[in-house]
Protein backbone atom coordinates (compact mmCIF):
# COMPACT_ATOMS: atom_id res chain seq x y z
CA UNK A 1 0.00 0.00 0.00
CA UNK A 2 1.39 3.53 -0.76
CA UNK A 3 1.71 5.87 2.06
CA UNK A 4 1.43 8.96 3.47
CA UNK A 5 4.81 10.98 2.64
CA UNK A 6 5.56 13.87 4.62
CA UNK A 7 8.54 15.84 2.75
CA UNK A 8 9.84 17.72 5.96
CA UNK A 9 10.03 16.55 9.62
CA UNK A 10 9.30 20.16 11.58
CA UNK A 11 6.56 20.96 14.04
CA UNK A 12 3.48 20.94 11.86
CA UNK A 13 4.45 17.49 10.67
CA UNK A 14 5.03 16.27 14.70
CA UNK A 15 1.68 17.79 15.47
CA UNK A 16 -0.19 16.27 12.57
CA UNK A 17 1.96 12.45 13.48
CA UNK A 18 0.51 12.95 17.05
CA UNK A 19 -3.31 14.08 15.79
CA UNK A 20 -3.57 11.14 13.22
CA UNK A 21 -2.02 8.61 15.99
CA UNK A 22 -5.09 9.42 17.82
CA UNK A 23 -7.29 9.17 15.41
CA UNK A 24 -6.19 5.57 14.61
CA UNK A 25 -5.30 6.46 10.84
CA UNK A 26 -4.27 3.24 9.54
CA UNK A 27 -2.50 4.10 6.19
CA UNK A 28 1.15 3.61 6.39
CA UNK A 29 2.89 7.08 7.11
CA UNK A 30 6.64 7.69 5.92
CA UNK A 31 8.49 10.87 6.95
CA UNK A 32 11.56 12.40 5.05
CA UNK A 33 13.63 14.68 6.46
CA UNK A 34 17.54 16.21 5.75
CA UNK A 35 18.17 15.88 9.65
CA UNK A 36 19.06 12.14 10.50
CA UNK A 37 18.31 13.02 14.14
CA UNK A 38 14.91 14.37 13.08
CA UNK A 39 14.04 11.34 11.77
CA UNK A 40 15.31 9.69 14.16
CA UNK A 41 12.82 11.36 17.14
CA UNK A 42 10.01 10.83 14.95
CA UNK A 43 10.07 7.21 14.42
CA UNK A 44 10.79 6.32 18.20
CA UNK A 45 7.55 8.96 19.02
CA UNK A 46 5.01 8.06 16.56
CA UNK A 47 6.81 4.96 15.44
CA UNK A 48 5.89 5.79 12.15
CA UNK A 49 8.55 5.07 8.78
CA UNK A 50 11.47 7.00 8.19
CA UNK A 51 12.72 7.55 4.66
CA UNK A 52 16.23 9.15 4.24
CA UNK A 53 16.03 9.61 0.54
CA UNK A 54 14.03 11.73 -0.78
CA UNK A 55 13.08 10.12 -4.03
CA UNK A 56 12.27 6.86 -2.67
CA UNK A 57 10.23 8.67 -0.04
CA UNK A 58 8.34 10.56 -3.40
CA UNK A 59 8.67 6.90 -5.09
CA UNK A 60 6.26 5.45 -2.35
CA UNK A 61 3.29 7.96 -1.77
CA UNK A 62 -0.18 7.99 -2.37
CA UNK A 63 -0.26 11.21 -0.97
CA UNK A 64 2.55 13.89 -1.00
CA UNK A 65 2.51 16.76 2.13
CA UNK A 66 4.74 19.29 1.26
CA UNK A 67 5.96 20.49 5.01
CA UNK A 68 8.79 22.21 4.55
CA UNK A 69 9.43 26.52 5.58
CA UNK A 70 7.93 28.40 2.58
CA UNK A 71 11.37 29.49 1.24
CA UNK A 72 12.44 26.22 1.09
CA UNK A 73 9.76 24.75 -0.88
CA UNK A 74 11.72 26.32 -4.93
CA UNK A 75 14.53 23.79 -3.98
CA UNK A 76 12.80 20.73 -2.70
CA UNK A 77 9.99 21.29 -6.02
CA UNK A 78 13.14 21.07 -8.00
CA UNK A 79 14.79 18.08 -6.60
CA UNK A 80 12.20 15.95 -6.67
CA UNK A 81 11.71 17.05 -10.61
CA UNK A 82 15.12 15.94 -11.45
CA UNK A 83 13.95 12.59 -11.76
CA UNK A 84 10.33 12.49 -13.61
CA UNK A 85 6.82 11.45 -11.70
CA UNK A 86 5.22 9.50 -14.37
CA UNK A 87 1.58 8.53 -12.40
CA UNK A 88 -0.71 10.66 -10.71
CA UNK A 89 0.19 11.78 -7.48
CA UNK A 90 -1.62 14.44 -4.79
CA UNK A 91 0.56 16.85 -3.36
CA UNK A 92 -0.50 19.10 -0.62
CA UNK A 93 1.50 22.16 0.43
CA UNK A 94 1.04 23.17 4.46
CA UNK A 95 3.78 26.17 3.29
CA UNK A 96 1.89 29.33 4.47
CA UNK A 97 2.18 31.85 1.49
CA UNK A 98 2.71 30.14 -1.36
CA UNK A 99 0.15 29.99 -3.81
CA UNK A 100 -0.94 27.22 -6.12
CA UNK A 101 0.51 28.62 -8.94
CA UNK A 102 4.10 28.60 -7.87
CA UNK A 103 3.15 24.94 -6.62
CA UNK A 104 2.25 23.78 -10.04
CA UNK A 105 5.88 25.84 -11.73
CA UNK A 106 7.30 23.70 -9.48
CA UNK A 107 5.82 20.51 -10.14
CA UNK A 108 3.93 19.39 -13.04
CA UNK A 109 1.19 17.35 -14.28
CA UNK A 110 0.89 14.15 -13.26
CA UNK A 111 1.21 15.82 -10.13
CA UNK A 112 -2.20 17.69 -8.85
CA UNK A 113 -2.10 20.29 -6.06
CA UNK A 114 -3.86 21.13 -3.17
CA UNK A 115 -3.18 23.73 -0.14
CA UNK A 116 -3.70 22.81 3.68
CA UNK A 117 -3.57 25.05 6.62
CA UNK A 118 -3.45 23.05 9.21
CA UNK A 119 -3.15 24.43 13.39
CA UNK A 120 -0.55 22.49 15.74
CA UNK A 121 -3.98 22.03 18.18
CA UNK A 122 -4.47 19.74 15.52
CA UNK A 123 -2.04 16.76 17.65
CA UNK A 124 -4.98 16.81 20.16
CA UNK A 125 -7.84 15.77 17.41
CA UNK A 126 -9.14 19.32 17.96
CA UNK A 127 -7.43 21.13 15.20
CA UNK A 128 -8.89 23.34 12.30
CA UNK A 129 -7.70 23.02 8.86
CA UNK A 130 -7.94 25.08 5.62
CA UNK A 131 -8.18 23.75 2.44
CA UNK A 132 -8.02 25.16 -1.06
CA UNK A 133 -8.02 22.38 -4.08
CA UNK A 134 -6.35 23.32 -7.67
CA UNK A 135 -8.91 23.11 -10.38
CA UNK A 136 -7.61 19.84 -11.92
CA UNK A 137 -7.40 17.99 -8.56
CA UNK A 138 -10.32 15.37 -9.02
CA UNK A 139 -13.71 15.04 -6.57
CA UNK A 140 -11.64 11.55 -5.06
CA UNK A 141 -8.78 13.45 -4.58
CA UNK A 142 -10.54 15.85 -2.81
CA UNK A 143 -11.87 13.58 -0.16
CA UNK A 144 -8.89 11.78 0.54
CA UNK A 145 -7.57 15.19 1.42
CA UNK A 146 -10.38 16.14 3.55
CA UNK A 147 -10.69 13.18 4.92
CA UNK A 148 -7.04 12.94 6.45
CA UNK A 149 -7.41 16.59 7.89
CA UNK A 150 -11.01 15.74 9.27
CA UNK A 151 -9.37 12.97 11.47
CA UNK A 152 -7.57 15.64 13.61
CA UNK A 153 -10.26 18.10 13.63
CA UNK A 154 -12.67 20.62 11.71
CA UNK A 155 -11.81 21.16 8.18
CA UNK A 156 -12.80 24.46 6.18
CA UNK A 157 -12.84 24.88 2.32
CA UNK A 158 -11.95 28.52 1.14
CA UNK A 159 -10.89 30.10 -1.64
CA UNK A 160 -7.54 30.44 -2.22
CA UNK A 161 -7.64 34.13 -2.49
CA UNK A 162 -8.46 34.31 1.26
CA UNK A 163 -5.88 31.65 2.60
CA UNK A 164 -3.16 34.39 3.81
CA UNK A 165 -5.64 36.02 5.51
CA UNK A 166 -6.95 33.00 7.52
CA UNK A 167 -3.48 31.81 7.62
CA UNK A 168 -2.67 34.89 10.45
CA UNK A 169 -6.13 34.91 11.60
CA UNK A 170 -6.89 31.18 13.10
CA UNK A 171 -3.67 31.06 14.58
CA UNK A 172 -3.79 29.71 18.67
CA UNK A 173 -0.80 32.12 18.91
CA UNK A 174 -3.60 34.54 19.49
CA UNK A 175 -5.25 32.76 22.11
CA UNK A 176 -1.87 31.89 23.83
CA UNK A 177 -1.02 35.19 23.90
CA UNK A 178 -4.01 37.08 24.72
CA UNK A 179 -4.18 34.57 27.89
CA UNK A 180 -0.47 35.18 28.85
CA UNK A 181 -1.15 38.95 28.85
CA UNK A 182 -4.05 38.83 30.78
CA UNK A 183 -2.80 36.55 33.33
CA UNK A 184 0.36 39.13 33.70
CA UNK A 185 -1.72 41.77 33.73
CA UNK A 186 -4.02 40.27 36.65
CA UNK A 187 -0.91 39.51 38.62
CA UNK A 188 0.09 43.16 37.88
CA UNK A 189 -2.45 44.33 39.99
CA UNK A 190 -2.50 41.69 42.61
CA UNK A 191 -3.89 38.52 41.74
CA UNK A 192 -2.08 35.60 42.62
CA UNK A 193 -0.45 33.48 39.90
CA UNK A 194 -2.54 30.41 40.58
CA UNK A 195 -5.74 32.55 40.69
CA UNK A 196 -4.47 34.77 37.96
CA UNK A 197 -4.36 31.98 35.58
CA UNK A 198 -7.36 30.18 36.51
CA UNK A 199 -9.37 33.41 36.02
CA UNK A 200 -7.86 34.31 32.50
CA UNK A 201 -8.42 30.61 30.85
CA UNK A 202 -12.67 30.85 32.03
CA UNK A 203 -12.34 34.64 30.93
CA UNK A 204 -10.69 33.22 27.10
CA UNK A 205 -11.48 29.87 26.65
CA UNK A 206 -15.09 29.01 28.81
CA UNK A 207 -16.75 31.82 26.84
CA UNK A 208 -15.72 31.41 23.48
CA UNK A 209 -16.89 27.55 24.06
CA UNK A 210 -20.42 28.81 25.21
CA UNK A 211 -20.67 30.94 22.61
CA UNK A 212 -19.39 28.08 20.20
CA UNK A 213 -21.62 25.26 21.88
CA UNK A 214 -25.05 27.59 21.95
CA UNK A 215 -27.12 29.83 19.73
CA UNK A 216 -26.19 32.95 21.11
CA UNK A 217 -25.29 36.44 18.62
CA UNK A 218 -21.52 37.12 20.07
CA UNK A 219 -23.09 40.99 20.23
CA UNK A 220 -25.30 39.74 23.36
CA UNK A 221 -23.29 37.43 24.79
CA UNK A 222 -20.81 40.84 25.03
CA UNK A 223 -23.54 43.38 26.31
CA UNK A 224 -24.52 40.27 28.67
CA UNK A 225 -20.81 39.74 29.80
CA UNK A 226 -20.31 43.67 30.31
CA UNK A 227 -23.20 45.48 31.84
CA UNK A 228 -23.33 49.05 31.00
CA UNK A 229 -21.81 51.01 34.55
CA UNK A 230 -19.96 47.84 35.25
CA UNK A 231 -16.64 47.07 36.13
CA UNK A 232 -16.31 44.56 33.00
CA UNK A 233 -17.98 47.45 30.42
CA UNK A 234 -14.98 49.86 32.04
CA UNK A 235 -12.34 47.39 31.23
CA UNK A 236 -13.29 46.66 27.18
CA UNK A 237 -14.09 50.42 26.92
CA UNK A 238 -10.70 51.47 27.78
CA UNK A 239 -9.15 48.65 25.72
CA UNK A 240 -10.79 49.70 22.73
CA UNK A 241 -9.89 53.56 23.55
CA UNK A 242 -6.30 52.38 23.41
CA UNK A 243 -7.00 51.30 20.31
CA UNK A 244 -7.10 47.85 20.17
CA UNK A 245 -9.00 46.85 17.14
CA UNK A 246 -6.66 48.98 15.31
CA UNK A 247 -3.57 46.93 16.87
CA UNK A 248 -4.87 43.92 15.89
CA UNK A 249 -6.04 44.39 12.43
CA UNK A 250 -2.30 46.28 12.34
CA UNK A 251 -0.75 42.61 13.47
CA UNK A 252 -3.16 40.73 10.97
CA UNK A 253 -1.77 42.99 8.27
CA UNK A 254 1.65 42.49 9.34
CA UNK A 255 1.50 38.33 9.12
CA UNK A 256 0.47 38.64 5.57
CA UNK A 257 3.64 40.73 4.77
CA UNK A 258 5.80 38.10 6.30
CA UNK A 259 3.89 34.93 4.53
CA UNK A 260 4.11 36.87 1.43
CA UNK A 261 7.77 37.78 1.92
CA UNK A 262 8.93 34.38 3.27
CA UNK A 263 6.99 32.85 -0.31
CA UNK A 264 9.26 35.51 -2.27
CA UNK A 265 6.12 37.24 -3.45
Not at 5 to 23: H, M
Not at 162 to 191: K, P, R
Not at 194 to 213: F, T
Request: glycine share 10%; aromatic share 4%; hydrophobic share 45%.
Amino acid sequence: MKATVFLGGGRITGALLAGLGLAGYDRPIVVHDRHPEKLRNLKREYGIAVEPDLHRAVESAHLLMIAVRPDSVPALLKEIGTRNIRRRLTAVSLAAGVPLSQLRAGLRSPVKWARAMPSPVCRTGRGLTALTFGRDLSGAARATVRDLFARVGAVLEIPENQFDAFTVTFSSSHGYHALATLIAAAEAIGLDRKSARVAAAHALADGIAAWRAGTSPLQDLLQEASTPGGTAAAVIASINDAGYARIVQQGLCAGIRRARKNAGR
